[in-house]
């Protein structure tokens, strides 16, 4: 098999070093990780596109995250270690995703957070169209209630691809994004942070269905007012989730146990 040709951002493909490492991983966090990419699949968040990281449980700056590959298809083999200018330590010939910078930059600047995942979940993407703001709907997408800013990345950089392919469009996506949990991306997707990876997984399959179930309603009411959580119900609501929501990944990662073995 023919080994991707390294990213230019890869310090091999310019002749550099690769950042050292921050330390071996257990293999049960890679093979989480690489669980979560394919629950993803699973619960109709992403498709063939999409990625899901975690900061590196010795290093805080450093972060996982599978090479070029398509979601469903991720194995513990896959993860490659990144610094947080998104420089792999460990590709090994493996190419890397090019919104990488998203990740790494949302960890800069973001302390708490621990794990990040982009998708392009259908339901989502309309609200970061329209002046239609996503609301919490229900008690388990609770973390909504908090506010979901859209990141227009036309607004500083003109007419683009629209992908986040560098640091300075994932600091700027950063900064949108704010102390909140969630941001839209105008006409491209979304991203959901948590405080750890199981929570993260959460909050982005709870962002599709939300976003569903407030499509639904405001068919339904056709204009009428929705009773949706408020800020003080949506804090005590995620609090709860937080623990419960635990029981919704062991289930989804059993799943995928009996799929792979792994």
Known sequence: ????????TDPRASGGNAPPTGGAVPPELLADLAAASRILVAQGVVDGFGHVSMRHPQASDRYLMA???????????DIIEYDLDSNPCNANGRGSF???????EIYKARPDIMAVVHSHS?????FGLVGVPMQAMFHNAAFIAAGVPVF??????????????????????????GGKDIVLMRA??????GPTLQMAV???????????????????????????LNEEEGQLADATNRTAGLRAWDL???????????
Request: overall charge positive.
């Open 152 to 177: 227009n990345i036309r607004e500083q950089f003109g007419a683009t691809d629209m992908l986040v392919g560098n640091g300075a469009k994932g600091a700027a996506l950063a900064r949108v994004l």
């Open 252 to 262: 989804w990662r059993s799943q995928v146990r009996n799929q792979v073995n792994w």
């Open 122 to 126: 259908p339901s989502v993407i309309p």
């Open 188 to 193: 491209h997707g979304s991203v959901a942070c």
């Open 98 to 104: 090019l919104e990488r910078f998203i990740h790494g």
């Open 1 to 8: 098999m023919t080994k991707p040709t390294p990213t230019p």
């Open 202 to 228: 959460f909050r982005a399959v709870y962002t599709e269905v939300n976003a569903r179930i407030q499509h639904w309603t405001l068919a339904l009411g056709r204009g009428a007012p929705m009773a949706v």
């Open 67 to 77: 090479r070029s590959i398509a979601p469903a298809l991720v194995t513990p083999e």
